[in-house]
């Protein structure tokens, strides 16, 4: 049985201020949770906030990007080891948000994950398809593709280091997301693809988390579903009793 994973991804929201008043808005709310993990993905510099503001509890903290290299003339980027020391024990890597506006590829993709790995951060790689793709009928060939590259050369790996996040780009930010079954589908085909690449027992206990338009409302059906283990929250994690009330579905 896998555990349930909630991500609050904060984008390009809440300086340290706000980060601080909404984490002390959150922790009462979400006390009495005990069956889902929880992890905010503040941007880099509310960091040090989140941080001191979670201390106590288990709550998770990650970061919304990073640079495959330990340190070095990189103007602008952020090293692995430097979100060890900022508190992240993840990094969500490959954001279709990143990929689309930022160049990122599948082999920044894949430079990426091995380096979270290696300094023991749980990679958040996110995968999806557009809307030009899937009329196309591609997605499949579009997530298996950016599947493979994403984890090429890595043989072995601790489940706990990967959560793996299918954000279909047209559901992101739309309002509409993907149905429970149409997601299902593809987290089913995505976990067949890490068979691929892994022993059973590991591929069984890696979480696939669904990501575009999740709300309070509309959580519940998509958790029902077997393959989905938990969701990647944008514009409705940025409400602290909003996102408490998704977690809380998730937990029961
Ligand atoms: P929305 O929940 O705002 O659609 O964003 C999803 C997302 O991109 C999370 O990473």
Redesign the pocket.
């Known amino acids: 049985m896998r555990r349930r994973v909630l991500?609050g991804?904060w984008?390009m929201h809440k300086p340290a201020r706000e980060a601080r008043a909404y984490v002390n808005e959150f922790l009462p709310l979400i006390q009495h949770i005990s069956n889902v993990d929880i992890i905010l993905?503040p941007p880099f510099t509310s960091l040090h906030v989140v941080k001191e503001a979670i201390k106590d509890t288990t709550i998770g903290l990650a970061s919304?990007n990073m640079h495959w290299n330990p340190h070095g003339a990189f103007t602008g980027e952020i090293s692995p080891a430097m979100l060890c020391d900022s508190g992240c024990q993840a990094a969500?890597i490959g954001?279709?948000?990143r990929r689309q506006l930022s160049h990122e590829d599948d082999n920044k993709v894949n430079r990426k994950v091995k380096a979270a790995i290696a300094h023991h951060l749980t990679a958040i790689m996110?995968v999806g398809e557009t809307q030009k793709d899937r009329d196309a009928g591609k997605t499949s060939d579009v997530l298996s593709h950016q599947l493979i590259e994403g984890l090429s050369g890595i043989d072995t790996i601790d489940t706990t280091q990967l959560i793996l996040?299918y954000?279909p780009i047209w559901?992101?930010?739309?309002?509409t997301?993907a149905t429970p079954t149409q997601a299902n589908r593809v987290h089913a085909e995505l976990r067949k693809l890490l068979g691929t690449l892994f022993p059973a027992s590991t591929t069984e206990s890696i979480r696939i988390i669904y990501?575009?338009?999740?709300?309070a409302e509309n959580i519940q059906p998509l958790l029902a579903m077997p393959h989905i283990d938990g969701?990647?929250?944008?514009?409705?994690?940025l409400n602290p009793q909003n996102f408490a009330t998704i977690v809380d579905t998730a937990d029961n």
Request: charged content about 10%.
């Open positions: 991500i991804n984008k993905a919304q969500i954001h279709s948000e996110c996040a954000e559901a992101i930010g739309s309002g997301p990501g575009g338009s999740i709300t969701g990647l929250v944008g514009g409705a994690c």
